[in-house]
């Protein structure tokens, strides 16, 4: 069995709400691992989906270029060690080259991106800013109307393309994206995986036990037109004017939701967090 940490638990903890002893025997059940915790803990209790894991804070930011005539746009994420280095004007300036470069080719792969002049420009920024920094993702949107919104810290973007409507209504969707993280455009794109483990779930909580099928199937059939509801973009509430959906608020400006994509700067990156007390004591011990 694996070896339970206190850290460990308050990590669950702050993803879940729940008390600490209910998450150090999820925690044990699940032999440590947090994510099989969460979905035992969501059978047993009925809780929603847990936040996101925190190990996701690796600093940088988020630029977007959109071409004048709305055909394309253009998202580079670059990343640093600390947000201090990410205010840096001489960092900026960089993440400015490597979009305007990135735009100007269209450009997805990194690797292509910086086998160039950039690679230098990045090495010489490293060494003047003393951090790492990398260029780590590119994206390109492109066919219908495309705009986009960038959040005011510039570390989340989104970008839409839509089929007819302005560049004023994509980019209103765009920040409605940043703001509520649709997972889909539309409920018949949710992945059928997803259904099938969010129907897995429903039918383990409690509340279940015992019902009749065909009552159960009813329970759960309303239960996933919520989860898809809350989850696709046309389907939620439009930020700003909730009594309507988004999908109208696009239909009543003669238009369609294309596509979305949604950039979080250090999304899916884990960085280790130190105890610097243990660090020293361990060198000391040592």
């Keep these: 069995?694996?070896?339970?940490?206190?850290?460990?638990?308050?990590?669950?903890?702050?993803?879940?709400?729940?008390?600490?002893?209910?998450?150090?025997?999820?925690?044990?059940?699940?032999?440590?691992?947090?994510?099989?915790?969460?979905?035992?803990?969501?059978?047993?209790?009925?809780?929603?989906?847990?936040?996101?894991?925190?190990?996701?804070?690796?600093?940088?930011?988020?630029?977007?270029?959109?071409?004048?005539?709305?055909?394309?746009?253009?998202?580079?994420?670059?990343?640093?060690?600390?947000?201090?280095?990410?205010?840096?004007?001489?960092?900026?300036?960089?993440?400015?080259?490597?979009?305007?470069?990135?735009?100007?080719?269209?450009?997805?792969?990194?690797?292509?991106?910086?086998?160039?002049?950039?690679?230098?420009v990045r090495e010489a920024l490293v060494q003047k800013i003393g951090?790492?920094?990398?260029?780590?993702?590119?994206?390109?949107?492109?066919g219908g109307l495309v705009d986009a919104y960038v959040h005011s810290n510039n570390k989340l973007a989104a970008i839409v393309a839509l089929n007819g409507g302005t560049s004023e209504v994509a980019r209103d969707i765009a920040m409605h994206v940043t703001a509520v993280n649709p997972q889909v455009v539309s409920k018949e794109d949710m992945p059928a995986e997803v259904v099938e483990k969010e129907k897995e779930i429903i039918l383990a909580q409690p509340d279940m036990a015992g019902k009749p099928a065909e009552i159960a199937e009813?329970?759960?059939?309303?239960?996933?037109?919520?989860?898809?509801?809350?989850?696709?973009?046309?389907?939620?509430?439009?930020?700003?004017?909730?009594?309507?959906?988004?999908?109208?608020?696009?239909?009543?400006?003669?238009a369609t939701v294309q596509s979305f994509t949604r950039i979080a700067v250090g999304e899916g990156i884990e960085v280790e967090k130190v105890d610097f007390a243990a660090e020293v004591a361990a060198q000391l011990k040592g």
């Design 1 to 120: 069995m694996a070896n339970i940490s206190a850290a460990m638990v308050k990590d669950l903890r702050d993803r879940t709400g729940l008390g600490m002893m209910e998450c150090k025997k999820a925690l044990q059940e699940a032999d440590g691992d947090i994510e099989k915790a969460i979905e035992e803990l969501r059978k047993a209790s009925g809780m929603k989906a847990a936040k996101k894991a925190g190990r996701t804070a690796a600093e940088g930011v988020v630029a977007v270029k959109v071409a004048d005539d709305n055909s394309y746009a253009v998202a580079v994420e670059v990343n640093s060690e600390t947000d201090f280095a990410a205010r840096d004007a001489g960092f900026l300036a960089f993440v400015n080259t490597v979009l305007e470069k990135a735009f100007a080719d269209k450009q997805t792969d990194v690797a292509a991106l910086m086998d160039s002049e950039l690679a230098n």
């Design 131 to 142: 951090e790492n920094i990398g260029v780590r993702r590119l994206f390109l949107v492109e």
């Design 218 to 254: 009813k329970m759960v059939m309303g239960r996933i037109s919520k989860f898809l509801a809350e989850n696709s973009l046309v389907e939620q509430p439009y930020v700003k004017n909730p009594d309507q959906k988004v999908g109208q608020y696009a239909k009543d400006a003669g």
